[in-house]
């Protein structure tokens, strides 16, 4: 009776409001006694610093996966190779994901967030460096080589917005957080869109074209240099307390009472996981495609528009931008996650759609225009993919649901791009975007066949006074993870309370 009393005593801790420092307030019941029972939580400001210090990794990152593809005439020419190999240069991302993204979430589940993110940063700084040395039209091997190293580099951040949101905000901040860490990402893609057209102008003259060359790569290593030291610096691995109910009761877990392989086996087994990981492979590796392809897409229509190219690039990205902030504000505030998430894939496919049918009418306005609103909803269904699965995954790894959602989206990334490109040789641009808009309509379809099960919004919610304990918390836990009665599929949480 003791011991039952203690451990009372520790969940129904009492936390004063304070917003001063973010301490969290206990709801109360009329008659003044807590409505349910929690732990300590805190909001710290210097949560938007790890956020901004992530963001600018990403940024850098995602410029090297696109300085290639964005000119790919240019380098065509330039290195004296063809059309695929440069194509290649981007899609080297994804396939060196799809091999290490379950060696690196278990990383993470092992060493932490700021070891993955200070190691991933320096693969994008060597990598940075060695392309610095490849400015001339024997170097393409080598230029290859400091590629793939980058491409390491997007294995250790791809999945982390969703587990630095999980780590360092709250409740009602969450989803927004996630999208401004996808935001960093799109931030560099939108960079990568702009810059490499102007820095490398199509000219004749090989050794000036080498000269600007090797000016975008020096910019390129002095800034992921910049932001490794920062990293190193600056970014820290998770608050002296955690932001939310969720989060404390999952750091209630010690590490014996968790097994990277059984949290496998549950994801696997979760069936509307499995459709979320489908669906958002099926989006996300059109976004690649159309990305990789878009110099060709453009210039095949308007010969010598490689500048508005890019342009139009930064114009999808941008307006995705908007898409991400605006959906991430919407699921705070509603946490609609499965009609948002519908409603969003059902708008990529009418936008893909759009821009398919206009791209040929001659009239550049109209492209930036339909780019604008497929971007909208293409791109700003990134972040909604990650926190939707977060939300029927928890209490697993967030960093585990989102390298399988990448996994799946590098794999898409590579079949999309390839088989898009050969159909644009062979028939032309019209029929390898209608293609693209083939498989968005299935991933709508399969979208509406999801179970909205928020599991993660069940854990922060109020707990039946009767039981004492709260809906979704680590009693619950092994509820949502066992969706067998046994093999992987069993969860390896203890449900035993945590000590006094």
């Known amino acids: 009776m003791e011991r039952g009393n203690e ?44 956020l901004f210090v992530f963001g600018t990794f990403s940024m850098s990152n995602a410029f090297m996966w696109l300085q290639y593809s964005i000119i790919s005439n240019i380098f065509v020419r330039f290195y004296g190779v063809n059309a695929i190999c440069v194509d290649w240069l981007s899609m080297i991302y994804f396939l ?10 278990w990383f993470l589940d092992n060493r932490g967030l700021r070891d993955v993110v200070v190691v991933g940063s320096a693969f994008n700084c060597i990598g940075a460096w060695i392309k610095t040395s490849t400015a001339h039209p024997d170097m393409f091997a080598v230029t290859f080589l ?54 490398v102008p199509n000219v004749d003259d090989v050794e000036e074209l080498a000269y600007h060359i090797s000016v975008m790569f020096y910019i390129t ?41 059984a949290s496998i086996g549950r994801l696997l087994c979760n069936k509307s996981f499995m459709l979320m990981v489908l669906t958002y492979g099926l989006n996300v590796g ?48 509603t946490k609609t996650y499965k009609q948002t998430t519908f409603a969003v894939y059902l708008l990529t ?10 791209l040929n009418l001659g009239h550049m306005w109209v492209v930036f225009l339909t780019a604008a609103i497929l971007g909208f909803f293409m791109t700003g269904y990134l972040p909604l993919g990650f926190e939707f699965a977060v939300e029927l995954t928890y209490p697993e790894s967030e960093g585990t649901s989102s390298g399988l959602l990448n996994c799946s989206a590098q794999l898409f990334g590579i ?12 028939w032309g641009t019209l029929a390898g975007n209608i293609f693209l808009c083939v498989f968005l309509l299935i991933g709508t379809i399969l979208t509406g066949f999801i179970k909205s099960d ?41 449900t035993s309370p945590p000590p006094h």
């Not at 294995?155 to 927004?176: D, K, N, Y």
């Not at 993660?456 to 979704?472: E, V």
Request: glycine share 10%; charged share 15%.
């Open 7 to 50: 451990v009372g005593n520790y969940h129904q801790l009492k936390v004063e409001e304070d917003e001063e420092d973010g301490l969290s307030t206990v709801p109360s019941a009329p008659d003044g006694s807590p409505l349910f029972p929690l732990m300590e939580t805190r909001l710290y400001k210097r949560r938007w610093l790890m």
């Open 96 to 105: 060196t994901y799809i091999p290490l993204i379950l060696p690196v979430t």
């Open 146 to 199: 400091g590629q793939f190293v980058c491409s390491v580099g997007t294995v250790f951040l791809l999945g982390i917005p969703s587990r630095l949101a999980s780590l360092w905000f709250g409740q009602q901040e969450v989803s927004t957080a996630c999208s401004i860490g996808v935001l960093g990402n799109q931030v560099g893609i939108a960079i990568g869109f702009l810059l490499p057209p102007i820095l």
């Open 221 to 261: 290593a002095g800034v992921a240099t910049l932001i490794f030291v920062l990293v190193v610096i600056v970014f820290q691995e998770k608050p002296e307390l955690p932001p939310s109910q969720a989060q404390a009761q999952a750091r209630s877990l010690s590490p014996d009472q968790y097994s990277y392989k």
């Open 286 to 333: 059109c976004f690649y495609a159309v990305s990789t392809l878009l110099n060709r897409m453009i210039t095949e229509q308007y010969p010598g528009e490689e500048v508005n190219a890019g342009r139009i690039g930064l114009t999808i990205v941008i307006a995705g931008m908007v898409g991400s902030l605006i959906c991430g504000i919407w699921m705070d505030k």
């Open 349 to 358: 496919f009418i936008g893909m759609l759009v821009y398919s049918f206009t």
């Open 415 to 426: 079949i999309f791009t390839i088989s898009q490109g050969k159909i644009m040789d062979k």
């Open 454 to 494: 928020l599991r993660r919004q069940n854990a922060n919610a109020s707990c039946d006074p009767q039981r004492g304990s709260p809906t979704g918390s680590l009693c619950s836990a092994r509820e949502y993870g066992a969706t067998s009665s046994g093999g992987l599929c069993n969860s390896a949480y203890d």
